[in-house]
């Protein structure tokens, strides 16, 4: 694998011609394709739904898919994402009333399981659920909204849970989304984050390889 991933979210994409959209930027160098699921509930835009996944898969997308829920509940939903294949599930502390369960129901369908934080929620959760995961996504910026700053606050977020990763040799991606862009990512990287959402940097350009080409050269 990789020692850096980067994962184009296509809220950000043209979606007249999406499985085009997406083509190019595999060919450019995406390593995983995000989905932002909203609901108009827990955040108050209302994104897509599973179909938006199946019809990726049977477009002949092959890479992993990493499906982020910004839903609640959450359970009812992570069948329907995983029979559509999802690679990965990922979902908010505050979106489930059992962590745990939630984390084993995603296993149970056989798809890897996320923990998402969003800016101002305590990573104290991970002590009872982080030997389970898969992913931790830590959110730079508020859910529900394309387009938004980075907050700076982050940077500790990731410091607290890269040390701990590492201290117990946990294999985890730590995942990083909101505002990141060419002039900021080399700041979260080495605050320990090895996983890099990234929407409207890449998708509002005409020239999707050389964005993420550029991104690799500040990422090596």
Same mark, same amino acid.
């Given at each position: 694998?990789?020692?850096?991933?980067?994962?184009?979210?296509? #809220?950000?994409? $043209? /979606? +007249?011609?999406? %499985?085009?959209?997406?083509?190019?930027?595999?060919?450019?160098?995406?390593?995983? @394709?995000?989905?932002?699921?909203?609901?108009?509930?827990?955040?108050?835009?209302?994104?897509?739904?599973?179909?938006?996944?199946?019809?990726?898969?049977?477009?002949?997308?092959?890479?992993?898919?990493?499906?982020?829920?910004?839903?609640?509940?959450?359970?009812? #939903?992570?069948? $329907? /994402? +995983?029979?559509? %294949?999802?690679?990965?599930?990922?979902?908010?502390?505050?979106?489930?009333?059992? @962590?745990?369960?939630?984390?084993?129901?995603?296993?149970?369908?056989?798809?890897?399981?996320?923990?998402?934080?969003?800016?101002?929620?305590?990573?104290?959760?991970?002590?009872?659920?982080?030997?389970?995961?898969?992913?931790?996504?830590?959110?730079?910026?508020?859910?529900?909204?394309?387009?938004?700053?980075?907050?700076?606050?982050?940077?500790?977020?990731?410091?607290?849970?890269?040390?701990? @990763?590492?201290?117990?040799?946990?294999?985890?991606?730590?995942?990083?989304?909101?505002?990141?862009?060419?002039?900021?990512?080399?700041?979260?990287?080495?605050?320990?984050?090895?996983?890099?959402?990234?929407?409207?940097?890449?998708?509002?350009?005409?020239?999707?390889?050389?964005?993420?080409?550029?991104?690799?050269?500040?990422?090596?």
């Amino acid at each position: 694998m990789k020692k850096f991933l980067i994962a184009p979210s296509i #809220l950000s994409a $043209n /979606f +007249a011609c999406l %499985g085009d959209e997406i083509e190019k930027v595999i060919q450019a160098g995406a390593d995983i @394709i995000h989905l932002d699921i909203m609901d108009n509930h827990y955040v108050p835009n209302l994104s897509f739904g599973p179909i938006i996944c199946k019809s990726l898969r049977n477009y002949g997308i092959n890479i992993p898919i990493d499906v982020h829920l910004m839903a609640k509940p959450v359970d009812r #939903l992570i069948p $329907n /994402f +995983a029979k559509a %294949g999802a690679t990965y599930i990922t979902f908010h502390v505050e979106a489930s009333e059992h @962590i745990d369960y939630t984390v084993q129901l995603i296993k149970e369908y056989g798809c890897k399981a996320g923990l998402a934080f969003n800016p101002t929620t305590s990573l104290h959760y991970l002590d009872y659920i982080i030997d389970k995961l898969d992913i931790i996504l830590i959110m730079s910026v508020n859910p529900g909204f394309g387009g938004q700053t980075f907050i700076p606050q982050t940077i500790k977020k990731l410091q607290k849970v890269s040390k701990v @990763i590492k201290d117990n040799n946990y294999n985890i991606l730590l995942e990083v989304d909101g505002g990141i862009n060419i002039n900021n990512i080399i700041n979260v990287v080495n605050a320990g984050a090895n996983t890099f959402v990234i929407g409207s940097a890449i998708f509002n350009t005409k020239d999707y390889k050389s964005v993420i080409n550029a991104i690799r050269k500040k990422l090596s």
